[in-house]
C-alpha cells in the first residue's frame, strides 16, 4: 500500500522552511539586524564582533591576521581570532554593512548551512527525505547551536561544516572518483581552520 504524504518535500521546501524557522528562532534579530547582536552581553560575542573587525581591518589594510599592536603595546603580541573563518566568509557583507548586522547574518547563515548539509549526509545514507528533512532541523537548532548562539562562540558554528566533510568522505569511499576525495580534504581544512582546536589531540 502506498502512503502518500501532504506534500512533496524535495530541497528546496526544505531550505525554505530552514530558513523560515531560523528567522523564527532568531526573532527578533531580523527586524532590528542593526540594534542588538545576537547572544548574551555578558558573554563572548563582544570578542566575536571585535574579530570580525580586526580581519576587515587587516585584509584591507594589508596587516597580518595574526599579529597586531593592540596588545602588549608597543611592540605587540601575535593573535588567532577565535572566529577567523567566519570573519573571512563574512567579510563580503561587512564591507557594505555594520559590524552587528554582518555578524547576525553570519549567525543565520552558519544555522542554514548546516540544516542543509545534515539534510543532504542523511539523504545520502538513507534515502529518504523525510528523514533526512528533520535531521537537518535537529542538527540545525541543536544545544550546541543554540548555546554557541547565546554565549558568542561562534566559532562552534563551524560545527555546520562536519556533514559536508563526512558526505564527501563516504562519496569518495563509495565513488571511484577523486571530487569526493579533495573536497572532503577541503573540508576538513575548512573545520580546522574554523577552530585550531578541534584538530587538536585529547590528553586524559
Not at 528567522?23 to 542588538?36: G, M, R
Not at 569526493?180 to 587538536?200: D, G, M
Request: proline content about 5%; glycine content about 4%.
Amino acid at each position: 500500500m502506498n502512503t502518500k504524504h501532504p506534500f512533496e518535500l524535495n530541497l528546496k521546501i526544505a531550505l525554505i522552511i530552514y530558513v523560515a524557522l531560523t528567522l523564527l528562532i532568531t526573532f527578533p534579530a531580523v527586524i532590528e539586524l542593526n540594534k542588538s547582536a545576537l547572544g548574551c552581553r555578558y558573554t563572548d560575542t563582544w570578542h566575536s564582533l571585535w574579530g570580525i573587525s580586526f580581519v576587515k581591518d587587516s585584509l584591507l589594510h594589508g596587516k597580518s591576521l595574526f599579529f597586531t599592536d593592540y596588545i602588549f603595546y608597543p611592540q605587540g603580541g601575535y593573535l588567532y581570532p577565535l572566529n577567523f573563518l567566519n570573519a573571512i566568509l563574512i567579510f563580503p557583507v561587512y564591507l557594505f554593512l555594520p559590524v552587528v548586522v554582518s555578524y547576525n547574518l553570519m549567525i543565520m547563515i552558519l544555522m542554514v548551512i548546516a540544516m542543509l548539509g545534515m539534510y543532504r549526509l542523511v539523504l545520502y545514507i538513507a534515502r529518504n527525505k523525510y528523514a533526512a528533512f528533520y535531521s537537518g532541523l535537529c542538527y540545525g537548532i541543536s544545544p550546541i547551536v543554540i548555546t554557541a548562539i547565546h554565549n558568542g562562540t561562534d566559532e562552534l558554528l563551524g560545527l555546520c561544516w562536519i556533514p559536508y566533510y563526512a558526505l564527501y568522505l563516504l562519496k569518495a569511499l563509495d565513488e571511484d572518483r577523486m571530487r569526493p576525495f579533495f573536497l572532503s580534504i577541503l573540508f576538513l581544512f575548512i573545520l580546522a581552520l574554523n577552530n585550531e582546536k578541534s584538530l587538536q589531540p585529547t590528553s586524559r
